[in-house]
C-alpha cells in the first residue's frame, strides 16, 4: 500500500478506535456531495467497513443552488455508488427560496436543510450515524470564522468529532493529504464551481486569509486545529459540570459554568446559540436583584427572576406553534418531546412522572368531528360552567407562568376547545356519572415547578 494511502487509512482507522461507543454492526451512511472530501471519506470507509463489522451507505442532497452543475453532482453520485456496490440515497430542497422566508444566508440555509435531511435518513432509513467529511482544514476556517464574529471559548472549539448522530472521522486529516490519497488510488472528484468564489466568507478564509497566516506560520493549520482540540476538551469537562446548575440560584455559580449552562439550555430549548451580549445582559439581570425580562430574539425573551433563567415565546409573537395534530390513544408527543399527552383507560392505574403533570378525566361522548391538539392562539375561548372564558385570562387567574403557555398542549374538536390541562375542562368535555370515561395524563418536561408558584405577569 502506498504511502498516501497508508497514512490516510491509519488515520481514519484511529478516529474510530477513540470514539467512546461500540460501532460493530451499525448503519453508517456518507454524506456524499462528489467532492475531493465526501469522496474520500466513502472510499476509505468501504476499506475497513469489514475489520469494523459495518455497513457503508450513502446520501446525496441537492441544494438547489446551482442549477444544471448540481444535477451534474448528483449524478456523478449516483454513478459512482453503483459502481462501488453502494446503495445511495438522494434528496433535494430548494435552499434559496428557504433562506429568503427565514431571513437566513444561504450559507446558514444549507446547513439546515442538509441536517433536516440527515435526521429524515435516521427515521426512515434506519441509518444509525451520518459521516460528514469535515476535514483538518475546515476545523481551522471555522475556528478563525467563529473568532472573527465574536465567539467565545464554546465556539472556538469549532467542530465536534461526533454530535447528535454525526460522526466526522477526517478532522485530523488535512485537504492535501485527502488529495494525495485519491491521487494515489486514481479515483475521480468533482469540483464545485461555488467554492472558488470569495463572496461566500468561508472561502475568502480559506483563498486569502489562511494563506497569509502560512506566511509566518507554515504549519497554522495544525496550530489552529490543535487549539479546537484543546478547547473542545475544556468544553467536555464544562458540560460534564453544568448539569449540577439545573434547578439553583445561577448567581451562586462560576460565570464559566453559569454561561456556558445559559448556552446548552437555549440551543436544546430554543435552537438558538446565545451572544456574548445576550450573555452579559442575562448577567447584569440576574444580579440587579428584580425580575427582568431580556429580549433575546425575534421570537424569545429569558425571564429572569431570584436566580433563575426562563426562556419565553414573546406574548405579541404565537407564531411558536406546533402543528395541528390528531390526538391518538396512548402517548402524543410534542415539541421535541416537551409536551406529552398519554390517553389511559379511566380503570387504569394512575402512573408516576418526573416532570410537572396534571391528571384529569374527561369524556369524548359530545365530540364533534376529530380530536385535535395544538397549542394556544391568539383569541382562544374555552366554555366552562356556560360561560366562555379567555384563555389568556384564565393562564394569568391560574398563575401559570408566561414561559410556559405556549408549550401546554389544547385538545380541540371541530367545535372548539374541549380541555386545557393545568387551566380546566369544557362543559361538553366535562364528564357525568354515565359518560365515558377517560384519563388524560398531561406532561410538561424542563418545567422548573417552583417558578410555577411564583408566577407573574408582565
Not at 445576550?278 to 436566580?307: H, Q, T, Y
Not at 404565537?318 to 399527552?341: C, H, M, W
Not at 394569568?396 to 407562568?401: G, L, M, S, V, Y
Request: aromatic share 10%.
Amino acid at each position: 500500500m502506498s504511502q498516501p494511502k497508508t497514512d490516510f487509512i491509519h488515520k481514519l482507522r484511529s478516529y474510530f478506535k477513540t470514539l467512546p461507543f461500540d460501532m460493530r454492526e451499525k448503519n453508517l451512511c456518507v454524506c456524499l456531495s462528489g467532492g475531493a472530501d465526501s469522496v474520500a471519506l466513502l472510499r476509505g470507509m468501504l476499506i475497513i467497513s469489514s475489520e469494523l463489522e459495518i455497513t457503508v451507505k450513502a446520501c446525496h442532497f441537492n441544494h438547489g443552488i446551482r442549477g444544471e452543475e448540481a444535477d451534474r453532482d448528483e449524478t456523478f453520485c449516483r454513478r459512482l455508488c453503483k459502481e462501488l456496490g453502494v446503495e445511495i440515497y438522494c434528496g433535494r430542497d430548494d435552499v434559496p427560496a428557504y433562506a429568503a422566508l427565514q431571513k437566513m444566508t444561504i450559507e446558514e440555509a444549507a446547513r439546515d436543510r442538509r441536517y433536516a435531511f440527515f435526521k429524515r435518513m435516521y427515521e426512515k432509513k434506519k441509518v444509525d450515524y451520518c459521516l460528514t467529511a469535515h476535514n483538518m482544514n475546515d476545523d481551522a476556517e471555522t475556528l478563525l470564522l467563529n473568532l472573527m464574529r465574536g465567539s467565545g471559548s464554546y465556539g472556538a472549539s469549532s467542530i465536534a468529532p461526533y454530535s447528535y448522530g454525526i460522526l466526522r472521522p477526517m478532522l485530523k486529516i488535512q485537504r492535501n493529504e485527502i488529495e494525495a490519497f485519491l491521487e494515489t488510488i486514481k479515483q475521480e472528484y468533482i469540483n464545485d464551481s461555488s467554492n472558488e468564489s470569495d463572496e461566500y466568507t468561508r472561502n475568502y478564509v480559506r483563498h486569502n486569509i489562511i494563506p497569509s497566516m502560512q506566511k509566518v506560520n507554515p504549519c497554522v493549520v495544525e496550530a489552529l486545529a490543535g487549539y479546537t482540540e484543546s478547547c473542545r476538551i475544556d468544553r467536555d469537562y464544562f458540560e460534564e459540570n453544568i448539569l449540577q446548575l439545573h434547578n439553583t440560584d445561577l448567581r451562586k455559580a462560576h460565570k464559566a459554568l453559569r454561561d456556558r449552562y445559559l448556552i446548552q439550555r437555549g440551543q436544546v430549548l430554543l435552537g438558538i446559540r446565545l451572544n456574548s451580549a445576550m450573555l452579559n445582559e442575562i448577567e447584569r439581570a440576574l444580579f440587579s436583584g428584580k425580575r427582568k425580562v431580556v429580549p433575546l430574539a425575534s421570537r424569545w425573551d429569558a425571564i429572569v427572576c431570584k436566580g433563575r433563567v426562563e426562556f419565553a415565546c414573546k406574548e405579541e409573537n404565537l407564531d411558536f406553534k406546533f402543528s395541528v395534530t390528531p390526538l391518538q390513544s396512548g402517548e402524543n408527543k410534542y415539541l421535541n418531546d416537551r409536551a406529552i399527552i398519554s390517553l389511559k383507560k379511566f380503570s387504569d392505574a394512575d402512573i408516576k412522572v418526573n416532570n410537572f403533570s396534571t391528571t384529569n378525566v374527561i369524556t369524548f361522548d359530545n365530540i364533534k368531528g376529530t380530536v385535535y391538539v395544538r397549542n394556544r392562539r391568539i383569541g382562544d375561548k374555552i366554555r366552562i360552567r356556560g360561560i366562555n372564558r379567555s384563555l389568556k385570562k384564565l393562564f394569568i387567574d391560574k398563575k401559570i407562568p408566561q414561559e410556559y403557555r405556549n408549550i401546554i398542549p389544547i385538545i380541540f374538536d371541530d367545535e372548539g376547545i374541549l380541555y386545557v390541562p393545568f387551566v380546566g375542562i369544557s362543559d361538553r368535555a366535562f364528564p357525568s356519572e354515565s359518560s365515558i370515561k377517560t384519563k388524560i395524563i398531561t406532561t410538561l418536561v424542563n418545567v422548573h415547578k417552583e417558578r410555577w408558584s411564583d408566577a407573574y405577569e408582565e
